[in-house]
């Protein structure tokens, strides 16, 4: 096969050295050494290309190292090849899906792999953008729930992704899969201390929301107020919007309730253990989505799609 009009000899031994650089990437001490992470199947290699492409054409530093990929993805795919020839200095290389099952961390890596940069910004730079709503992982541990969680923030139209230093590799082959190119969209902060990260968002006006199981304050009397706070605003009563919202309120809490359409990031936990006592003390305000089922408890990223669902929602109704 020829790639731009050029002949290419296809990789076909899976024990080459090259074919072994790329497996090490599965695990995390060479990916933090290498600071290098690997992305599999079309959907997360066709996102990264895309984002190699924008990053590289405003000056700013490649997303894709390099690109491996069978023939008969590229002749069911032909985009692949060339969205890899719009990127540039990103090499494409065949390789026999022999060569190609020895890379990837998936027993059918769909034909293609790609060899990536790590994506994490530094917080300072997060903050520095005015983010309005922000997801925080405090000691999840799952990799498929960490990307699915990145995937949710990325579908609402959050501003990032943080992660504490306790929770889990967002670079894990799982987790990568898992955010199906969001990893890709979103800007991640990894490896934050828990007490300097809320300080950090105090100190930008972010309300720090905790989703708690147990916790005093409903999602859904949230979500009213906001609804009636706009609808007073419309009618330009913003007090008896206010006053309605509060009369809504459950327990008497009244006007003490956080505003979803202020700016938010909200705390998600460990998947067993939920969020500690100190961790829920550290927030402003523990948020329970109601259960109307029998169901013992949410998921973690199920609870996060909610939760984020709702303060977007009301971001975008009021802008």
Not at 103 to 128: K, N, W, Y
Not at 226 to 252: F, I, M, P, Q, T
Not at 281 to 296: L, M, N, S, T
Request: net charge negative.
């Amino acid at each position: 096969m020829s790639i731009a009009g050029r002949p290419q000899a296809v990789m076909s031994n899976p024990r080459a050295d090259r074919v072994k650089e790329v497996a090490r990437l599965a695990g995390r001490p060479v990916r933090l050494k290498r600071r290098r992470f690997l992305a599999e199947g079309p959907q997360a290699v066709r996102e990264a290309l895309a984002a190699h492409r924008n990053r590289t054409a405003g000056g700013g530093s490649p997303v894709v190292d390099e690109v491996y990929a069978t023939e008969a993805c590229l002749d069911r795919l032909p985009e692949l090849a060339e969205l890899v020839g719009q990127a540039v200095g990103v090499p494409l290389r065949l390789a026999t899906d022999e060569v190609l099952a020895a890379m990837a961390d998936t027993v059918s890596p769909q034909g293609i792999v790609a060899v990536c940069h790590f994506l994490d910004r530094p917080l300072a730079e997060v903050l520095a953008a005015g983010p309005r709503l922000l997801a925080v992982l405090v000691r999840v541990q799952d990799p498929g729930n960490a990307g699915t969680v990145l995937r949710a923030a990325d579908s609402a139209g959050a501003d990032a992704l943080v992660l504490t230093s306790s929770s889990v590799d967002i670079y894990n082959p799982k987790a990568v899969r898992s955010t199906a190119g969001s990893l890709f969209h979103l800007p991640v902060v990894t490896g934050q201390d828990l007490e300097g990260l809320l300080a950090a968002l105090r100190g930008q006006g972010i309300t720090l929301l905790a989703a708690d199981g147990y916790g005093s304050v409903d999602l859904d009397v949230l979500q009213d107020q906001s609804a009636l706070r706009r609808l007073g605003a419309a009618a330009g009563d913003r007090d008896r919007a206010d006053e309605c919202a509060d009369e809504r309120a459950d327990g008497g809490v009244g006007s003490g309730l956080p505003a979803l359409e202020a700016p938010t990031a909200w705390l998600f936990g460990n998947e067993a253990q939920g969020l500690s006592n100190q961790e829920l003390a550290a927030a402003d305000h523990r948020v329970a989505v109601p259960i109307y089922g029998q169901a013992e408890s949410l998921n973690v990223s199920t609870a996060a799609t909610v939760c984020l669902y709702a303060s977007a929602r009301a971001q975008r109704r009021q802008g």
